[in-house]
């Protein structure tokens, strides 16, 4: 089975910044796609980042300038690094992984428990 720790998150005043981190462990042999979403209360999860094993990125529009999102492959983790925080970027951030080969098994993904961020005005 895999798992996925995440780091980082906590009380961010705005215009600041974070860090978040997030591990995955496990026998793994390879993990497609990485990524970081989040959820507000009373909305739908949405996606933040996310990154191919290749280095393809993809943002959401409200991060678009504001996040970088890297991985490292030999060490299966992720990283979210978000600068000019909002109130609104106040959200439980969930780590993502998609495409995960674990020994003899393909799964199309597994997410991490979340971590609180709360931007305060």
């Not at 990154?51 to 529009?61: F, L, R, V």
């Not at 999102?69 to 439980?92: C, F, G, W, Y």
Request: aromatic fraction near 10%; proline fraction near 2%; glycine fraction near 14%.
């Amino acid at each position: 089975q895999v798992q996925l720790v995440e780091s980082g998150g906590g009380l961010v005043q705005a215009g600041g910044s974070l860090n978040l981190s997030c591990a995955a462990s496990g026998s793994i042999f390879s993990i497609n796609v990485m990524g970081w979403y989040r959820q507000a209360p009373g909305k739908q999860r949405e996606l933040v980042a996310a990154i191919t094993s290749g280095g393809s990125t993809n943002y959401a529009d409200s991060v678009q300038g504001r996040a970088t999102i890297s991985r490292d492959n030999a060490k299966n983790t992720v990283h979210l690094q978000m600068n000019s925080l909002k109130p609104e970027d106040t959200a439980v951030y969930y780590c993502n992984t998609q495409g995960v080969r674990s020994g003899n098994y393909y799964y199309l993904g597994f997410w991490g428990q979340g971590t609180q961020v709360t931007v305060s005005s």
